[in-house]
């Protein structure tokens, strides 16, 4: 791993201590995901964020799982807290993620995620934020990308 990921790893780290002790305390409101972009699933809670960044709590039910989108011109940094999940950059294989593992998803990529059909997910995201929209959906995953 070259010094500058390692460094830039160290930095989002000390940065998402205090906010990982933040998702811990009820005075964040979860809400429930309402768009037909996502199972029934999803539940977000927003944690932190300003004119440049963007800080969400993510729980999905076992088998929830969103549509395939792109973050336009914003880059996402996704560490898995808890469970199990997937997640897929369009022409990639499908990766099983664990607690402890980070992605980040460079802006303007397609991509899905969801948690397994055996186990929720839960995830923190720190995601730019510029003034486009959040994200944009470019359609449904096909069934045998969900196993």
Known sequence: MTKIIKNFILLIMFFVSPVLLMAQDNGHKEIKANSPAYTDDFYITFLDGNSKYMVTKLRIAEGGYNEWHIHP?????????????????????????????????????????????????????ITEVNDRPHVEWQGKIAPNLYK
């Open 73 to 125: 011109d914003a880059v996402q940094t996704m560490f898995v807290i808890d469970g199990e999940g997937y997640y897929q950059e369009e022409g990639k294989d499908v990766m099983l993620l664990k607690p402890g593992e980070i992605i980040t998803t460079p802006a303007n990529v397609k991509h899905w995620n969801g948690s397994t059909p055996n186990s929720p997910v839960t995830v923190i995201t």
